[in-house]
C-alpha cells in the first residue's frame, strides 16, 4: 500500500492564482482530512469528509474548497491564492472509530510545502 | 488560552536520559493522540489512548481522563528520537466527532550524543 499519497511536493504560487492540491489514499479510509501547519502553530483543520459525496468545514476552510467524488481522493482548491495562505499542507484518513464518537489511527501524507508570493 | 496545551515547547537531552513531554487539555474528549513529525516533515501516530497507559518500545504514553492530563515517555533516548511530537485530542462532543483532532502546538525534542 502506498498510504496517503499527495502532489505536488512544493509549489510557489502567485497571489490571486488558483491551484489544486491532490491527495489520494489506497486504504478505503471513509474519512478524508485537510490541514494546514504554520510555523510555530498547531495543526488546524481545514476540510474534512466521512465519505464520498459528503465533506465540511474545519476551524479554517475561508479561501478553500474540496470535493469527495470516489473514496480514494480528497482534493483541496485553493481559488485566489493569499500570502496568509503560505503554508504546509497535511492531508490525512481514517476508518471511522471502532466504537460510537471519537476517533481511529489517522495516516497522514507526506506534506506540500505552498509558498504565496 | 489553546484547549491543548504541551510543555516543554523545546527539550534538549543528551542520549541515554529518560524524557518526558506532557500534554494538558481543557475540553471533554474521546481520546488522546500522540504523533511524531520528523525534521523531514512527515507525521505518523504513535498512540491513541483513552485511558490508562500503552507501550510500544521505548515509548510509554498515559492519560489521566480526571486531570485532563496526558504524558509520552522516552526511556534510553537516541539521537534519532529527535522530533517534533505533537499531542491532539478527538473532542466528545455529545455525539460523533468524525475523528477531528484539535492540536497542540508540538515539542521540539534534540538528543544529542
Known amino acids: 500500500n502506498a498510504g496517503v499519497t499527495q502532489t505536488p511536493k512544493f509549489r510557489i504560487l502567485k497571489i490571486g492564482q488558483s491551484m489544486t492540491l491532490q491527495c489520494t489514499q489506497d486504504?478505503?479510509?471513509?474519512?478524508m482530512y485537510w490541514y494546514r501547519q504554520d510555523p510555530g502553530m498547531g495543526l488546524k483543520l481545514i476540510y474534512y469528509?466521512?465519505?464520498?459525496?459528503?465533506?465540511d468545514k474545519g476551524e479554517v476552510p475561508n479561501g478553500y474548497n474540496v470535493s469527495r467524488s470516489t473514496t480514494e481522493d480528497f482534493p483541496l482548491r485553493l481559488e485566489l491564492a493569499a500570502p496568509s495562505q503560505t503554508s504546509v499542507y497535511f492531508c490525512?484518513?481514517?476508518?471511522?472509530?471502532?466504537?460510537?464518537?471519537?476517533?481511529?489511527?489517522?495516516?497522514f501524507g507526506p506534506g506540500t510545502r505552498l509558498t504565496v508570493l | 488560552k489553546n484547549e491543548v496545551e504541551q510543555s516543554p515547547q523545546n527539550l534538549t537531552a543528551q542520549e541515554g536520559e529518560f524524557i518526558t513531554i506532557n500534554c494538558s487539555y481543557s475540553?471533554?474528549?474521546?481520546?488522546l493522540h500522540w504523533l511524531q513529525q520528523h525534521p523531514g516533515g512527515g507525521i505518523v501516530s504513535l498512540f491513541m489512548?483513552?485511558?490508562g497507559k500503552k507501550k510500544h518500545g521505548r515509548l510509554i504514553a498515559t492519560i489521566n481522563i480526571q486531570e485532563k492530563h496526558s504524558s509520552l515517555h522516552i526511556t534510553a533516548s537516541h539521537p534519532r528520537d529527535s522530533a517534533v511530537y505533537i499531542c491532539?485530542?478527538?473532542?466528545?462532543?455529545?455525539?460523533?466527532?468524525?475523528?477531528?483532532?484539535?492540536f497542540g502546538q508540538g515539542t521540539i525534542l534534540t538528543v544529542h550524543p
Open positions: 491532539a485530542v478527538s473532542r466528545n462532543a455529545g455525539g460523533t466527532s468524525y475523528g477531528k483532532l484539535t
Open positions: 475540553v471533554g474528549i474521546s481520546a
Open positions: 490525512a484518513s481514517s476508518y471511522p472509530a471502532r466504537s460510537g464518537g471519537g476517533t481511529d489511527t489517522q495516516y
Open positions: 469528509s466521512v465519505g464520498a459525496g459528503i465533506t
Open positions: 489512548l483513552s485511558s
Open positions: 486504504m478505503n479510509h471513509n474519512y
